[in-house]
């Protein structure tokens, strides 16, 4: 823990000199007649973070940390053309463990928009689909997506993952859009090498997706999606979101279609691969006060993931086999279970301007295990610094809770460029 409170004093030192600095220059701008600026076509941001880890067992706290480094551009070329580009490399370490270097190309391609409605994009493009919080039946393209994990945190998993090479055309109209999109397989070996670009990870089959959203009421805007991939049935999707009053949103976001168990399709041993129609659904409120906090409540199904009565032959099992399964669930970001319980909340402004907090917990009903996490972060305007806590709660091979991990700490300090 020594370790994460002295980088989160730093971190607290240097955004009050960062912050002091903006005041005054600030300060000097109210005095001084400047012309407007162009926005910037590129951000930079360098990040660093230690943690400290407790564990279930008899092992000591360990510690570790890791630095970032990301880069996001994007610039008109032309009228007609533009470019867009994101990329983030890490360096993790952690005591008693050989470091390790990633470098995620999130996206790079090339955009074309005529001078009507029609855009034509094509290169790595993050793709990402869906109106549920934590679980995305829709987001068909995030399957192995994730190269490197440097938070649990929904938003972050999403934003900060590998992006798929496609091309991208979409039809604009005053009321809605269509979308089509076609990845090509590219390698079908994915690759843990540091530059590399790791398309096997998400190029390693072919794909296609159609997405069609019109707008049918002023507060009514249906998304429908249809995509396919080789070897793999047809999945129909729909997302909808609905205002129940002026401060609840309730949505909605659906998938079905035939598909084997997740269990086959993990290579589990004496398991049925015959397929079946399968569901997959995210559903929840969300309920803005007026003092700018936000509560959501999430209720998670994958009909293909192992039902109650499955989760517990599996948990009672071989350990290959079930650590065979897990990874698996976890590279296609979907549940481990077939039911779960996802509650969220995020403040802005907690007492001072700048600073947010953020916490969720994700519940398992069938082995009553959950995962929580908690962060405050304050964001000045080049610096930022923030505390993050994580605690897994439940039996050793439940869902959650994998053992022997219990809680972690970290702080963290950002600076943008």
């Known amino acids: 823990m020594r370790a994460v409170w002295m980088l989160l004093a730093v971190a607290i030192g240097r955004s009050a000199l960062a912050q002091e600095s903006d005041e005054a220059a600030l300060a000097l701008a109210d005095r001084t007649t400047t012309a407007p600026t162009a926005p910037r076509p590129c951000l930079e941001y360098a990040e660093a973070a230690g943690s400290e880890s407790s564990y279930a067992d008899s092992a000591p706290e360990s510690g570790g940390g890791r630095a970032s480094v990301a880069i996001r551009c994007d610039g008109a070329l032309s009228r007609q053309w533009r470019a867009v580009f994101a990329d983030r490399f890490d360096y993790f370490w ?202 959501s409540l999430e209720y998670e199904y994958d009909g293909a993931a192992p039902d109650r009565s499955e989760w517990a032959l599996l948990r009672a099992g071989a350990v290959p086999p079930y650590i065979q399964y897990r990874e698996y669930a976890a590279a296609q970001a979907e549940p481990a279970t077939r039911r779960n319980w996802f509650g969220y909340a995020h403040w802005d402004d907690v007492l001072i301007n700048r600073l947010g907090v953020t916490a969720f917990v994700r519940f398992d009903p069938y082995d009553h295990s959950r995962v929580s996490w908690v962060e405050a972060r304050y964001r000045g305007q080049h610096a930022g610094v923030g505390i993050q806590w994580q605690h897994n709660a439940g039996a050793a091979t439940s869902d959650l809770a994998p053992w022997p991990g219990r809680q972690t700490w970290l702080a963290l300090i950002d600076y943008y460029f």
């Open 94 to 295: 952690a005591r008693g463990a050989s470091a390790q270097a990633l470098n995620t190309l999130k996206e790079a391609y090339l955009s074309f928009r005529n001078d009507g409605s029609e855009l034509l994009d094509f290169g790595r493009i993050n793709v990402r689909e869906g109106v549920g919080l934590a679980y995305n039946p829709t987001d068909y393209f995030r399957a192995d997506a994730i190269r490197a994990v440097i938070s649990i945190d929904p938003d972050t998993l999403r934003d900060e993952r590998l992006g798929t090479l496609m091309v991208r055309s979409q039809t604009l109209w005053s009321s809605g859009s269509l979308t089509a999109m076609l990845a090509p397989r590219v390698s079908a070996q994915p690759s843990d090498s540091t530059l590399s670009p790791d398309l096997g990870a998400t190029n390693g089959e072919g794909r296609w997706l159609l997405v069609l959203s019109q707008r049918l009421a002023p507060d009514l805007q249906p998304q429908l999606s249809l995509t396919g991939a080789e070897h793999h049935a047809p999945q129909v999707g729909l997302n909808l979101t609905a205002l129940v009053s002026q401060a609840t949103v309730a949505y909605l976001e659906w998938s079905g279609g035939r598909s084997a168990s997740n269990l086959a399709l993990s290579g589990y041993p004496a398991v049925s691969g015959a397929s079946a129609f399968d569901s997959r659904l995210s559903t929840g409120v969300t309920y803005t006060t007026s003092y700018k906090l936000s509560v």
